[in-house]
């Protein structure tokens, strides 16, 4: 830019930021979505101070990090934060880590957050979350950990989470679960330990049990071999 630019340069860019600031407006969805999220959140230590909405990306801020100026990672454990979580964070559609756990976020898990089929890892234990689960979250197909304990989660187990074949760490204990524990998928791996301190969940039974004998419709086990 030559010097003689740089005064129209600066009205302008101060004239744009003003209007990007009255319609909230800026040059990248990411930040959009993250600073929405911020203007939603309590922030006592201010650790999100270097959230700045009229950046290009959200790519120099702390607790945020980019492949090819898109967030991959929100690192935001133990920061003292209170407030929801907003369905636009399904629109980060890079993102392979949520690390929120230890806060004092509350209500409800995002449908939209089955968006994020690139995420690796959910961790949302210790907050204050409730409502249920949310099925969606069945499409994270490349979901390795999933830490929801320790929240005020009701409702019952989706059985879409048996479908992530890659799930290796499942912790869901600690919540208001209710219902039937799935064994199968995925779930087969899992022991008691991701379920426990849910008074309403049933506990898991290997193999599920026999089918009573007054039942009407033949059983194999009663009725002999089954035809093909
Ligand atoms: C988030 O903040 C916006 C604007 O400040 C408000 O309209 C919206 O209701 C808030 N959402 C939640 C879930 O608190
Ligand atoms: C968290 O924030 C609250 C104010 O909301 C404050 O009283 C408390 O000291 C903070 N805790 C830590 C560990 O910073
Ligand atoms: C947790 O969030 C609630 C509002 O959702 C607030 O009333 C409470 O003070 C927060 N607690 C702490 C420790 O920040
Ligand atoms: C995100 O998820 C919601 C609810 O699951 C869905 O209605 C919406 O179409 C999705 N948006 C995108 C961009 O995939
Ligand atoms: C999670 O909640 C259980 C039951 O209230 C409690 O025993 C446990 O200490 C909590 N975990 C952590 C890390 O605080
Ligand atoms: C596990 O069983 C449920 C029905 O109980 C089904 O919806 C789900 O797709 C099954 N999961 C797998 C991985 O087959």
């Known amino acids: 830019m030559e010097l003689g630019d740089m005064k129209m340069g600066s009205f302008l860019l101060l004239a744009i930021l003003a209007f990007g600031l009255v319609l909230n407006v800026s040059a990248n969805a990411e930040v959009d979505v993250l600073y929405a999220w911020k203007t939603n959140l309590t922030d006592p230590n201010n650790v ?11 790519c120099t801020w702390f607790h945020v990090s980019c492949k090819s100026d898109s ?29 929120l756990f ?30 249920p689960i949310p099925g969606s979250l069945g499409n994270l197909q490349r979901l390795r950990y999933l830490r929801l304990n320790n929240n005020s989660l009701s409702g019952s187990i989706p059985k879409s ?13 600690s919540n208001h679960l209710t219902g039937d524990i799935p064994i199968n ?9 991701s379920f426990r301190n849910n008074p309403g969940l049933k506990p898991q039974k290997f193999p599920p049990p026999p089918v009573p004998m007054f039942q009407i ?6 009725e ?4 093909p």
Do not use: C, H
């Open 48 to 58: 999100l101070q270097s959230w700045d909405a009229t950046l290009v990306n959200p």
């Open 102 to 131: 230890d806060n004092n976020i509350s209500g409800a898990i995002p449908i939209e957050l089955g968006n994020l089929t690139k995420l690796v890892s959910l961790d949302l234990f210790l907050n204050r979350l409730s409502g």
């Open 185 to 193: 998928g995925s779930f087969a791996f899992f022991t008691p330990m």
């Open 161 to 173: 989470l048996t479908t992530i074949a890659t799930l290796q760490v499942l912790d869901l204990s």
């Open 217 to 222: 419709a033949p059983t194999p086990s009663a």
């Open 224 to 227: 002999g071999p089954s035809s």
């Open 71 to 99: 967030v991959t990672r929100i690192e935001l454990g133990v920061a003292n934060l209170s407030g929801p979580l907003i369905p636009q964070l399904g629109q980060l559609s890079n993102l392979m880590y949520l690390e």
